[in-house]
């Protein structure tokens, strides 16, 4: 086994360690090489459990957090995820690895361009969209499952509306210091709301985020 072998079977004993017991997540990050989202001078750290930067002063998610998300989605083969920004595109590639039909949405056309290019070059069929994702992308509606992986000031009504009933939305909620993730699931006309633990995101920008 080669080293960045080593250190992504390491990463996933760590993230087990941490308390991620869904073994389809870890079965999917066990397999997406992470080393390829991240940026050259990035390589060596591709496999620690941290965020790190990607371009316009964006970040690719710390895995724990990107397997806690992913965990708390509770979605599967066949399931239709909505992932508002793509950013590097690596958790719309767990998803994929996972068996989810990926509809993902990012604001920055680079970021959009860049994620579209590496997640096709990787053979995952993923649908990709360059624009708002705080008004969802409801032709595609409803999902199983919505993740939001920048901050939001609050929780867009437009996403809640796009779940399928059975449906999960996870999302961090807060100021633009810390959030807790909010996990609002949809029993027909209900919305049950758990708030979890906290955690830090890059800011959730549009219609129904902090503005332009
Ligand atoms: N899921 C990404 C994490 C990227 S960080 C990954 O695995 O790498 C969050 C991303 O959300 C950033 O790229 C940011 O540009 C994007 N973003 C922020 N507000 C957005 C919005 N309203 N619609 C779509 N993307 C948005």
């Known amino acids: 086994m080669g080293r960045?072998?080593?250190e992504r079977k390491d990463m996933v004993v760590l993230l087990r360690e941490k308390g991620i017991t869904d073994t389809s997540v870890l079965d999917a990050m066990a397999k997406v090489e992470r080393h390829l989202f991240v940026l050259e001078p990035f390589l060596n750290r591709a496999y620690e459990d941290t965020a790190l930067p990607i371009a316009k002063t964006q970040t690719i998610s710390q895995p724990y957090t990107v397997a806690f998300m992913?965990?708390?989605?509770?979605?599967?083969?066949?399931?239709?995820?909505l992932e508002v920004g793509?950013?590097?595109g690596y958790q719309a590639a767990i998803l994929a690895e996972m068996g989810c039909r990926v509809f993902t949405i990012e604001r920055h056309m680079d970021l959009h361009l860049q994620a579209r290019k590496l997640l096709e070059r990787l053979g995952y069929r993923v649908a990709t969209r360059c624009g708002d994702g705080t008004v969802g992308w409801s032709e595609s509606a409803p999902y199983?499952?919505?993740?939001?992986t920048a901050a939001a000031p609050e929780v867009p009504d437009a996403?809640?509306?796009?779940l399928a009933d059975g449906g999960r939305l996870v999302i961090p909620v807060g100021d633009l210091d810390v959030q807790s993730l909010r996990i609002i699931t949809r029993e027909g006309q209900q919305f049950h709301v758990r708030e979890?633990?906290?955690f830090k995101f890059v800011p959730l920008i549009g219609k129904k985020g902090w503005g332009n």
């Open 196 to 198: 979890d633990r906290g």
């Open 70 to 81: 992913t965990q708390e989605l509770k979605v599967g083969y066949d399931s239709k995820v």
């Open 144 to 148: 199983d499952g919505i993740i939001v």
């Open 159 to 162: 996403l809640v509306q796009q």
């Open 4 to 6: 960045i072998e080593e």
């Open 86 to 88: 793509t950013g590097s």
